[in-house]
């Protein structure tokens, strides 16, 4: 019987003989149980995908464990976690703000998951995208310069992505295409080119 039942004190414990190298463990094991022991450590919440990661690698090493001197298998099947897991925000939403310093910004809230799309398609053309473009760690959002981005393009990612596209965002996007069509001259023609002969 262990002198803790909670996950947290049992996968420290585990990690500890890890680090003296009385358990040895495999390469792919090593980075992620540092990882998650770095996050109990400092007091982050854990998803509730990193705990079940935790229990696999204890599951992994029980025996080896074991064999150190550290047996846990017979309460591994009812560990508890001392702390609620954290839940992803997986909002998608778009809309323009007014900052204290009179900058209009367009900022959208997304899941990291969407990163890599929102680079390739929006920031991909920016070479100086860090200044136009900033993650705002307070607010959660991703701040761009008003004034440096497609606003079309920006919502054409906005539904590919099912973005809850605020009102704020819609007026802008309005005027913009609105400001395009007056703004081409009358001799421009939106038909396909023909030359008479």
């Known amino acids: 019987m262990l002198n803790s039942v909670f996950a ?8 500890l003989l890890v680090d003296t190298g ?11 149980i540092n990882s998650f022991h770095s996050k109990i450590l400092d007091g982050s919440q ?27 298998r017979n309460d591994l ?9 954290r839940v992803l925000d997986l909002t998608k939403k778009i809309y323009v703000e007014k900052r204290d310093n009179g900058r209009l910004e367009i900022c959208l809230k997304f899941p990291y998951q969407l990163k890599k799309e929102f680079d390739e398609e929006i920031n991909v053309n920016l070479s100086n995208s860090n200044r136009v473009s900033h ?8 701040r761009l310069s008003f004034y440096e981005f497609n606003l079309i393009s920006l919502y054409e990612f906005a ?5 809850e596209i605020d009102e704020s965002f819609m007026r802008v996007v309005r005027a913009a ?8 001259s ?4 939106l038909a396909p080119n023909s030359r008479s002969v």
């Open 186 to 189: 009358p001799s421009t023609s």
């Open 77 to 85: 099947p009812n560990l508890q976690w001392k702390d609620s897991f």
């Open 177 to 184: 295409a609105t400001f395009t069509i007056f703004s081409a």
């Open 135 to 142: 993650w705002d760690h307070e607010e959660k959002v991703r």
């Open 22 to 32: 009385m358990v040895s463990v495999q390469n792919q094991d090593f980075m992620p």
């Open 46 to 72: 854990l998803t509730k995908n990193q705990a079940n990661y935790i229990i696999k690698l204890l599951e992994k090493y029980k025996n080896l464990s074991a064999a150190a001197g550290f047996d846990y």
């Open 8 to 15: 947290e004190d049992v996968f420290s414990k585990f990690c």
């Open 159 to 163: 539904c590919r992505h099912n973005f």
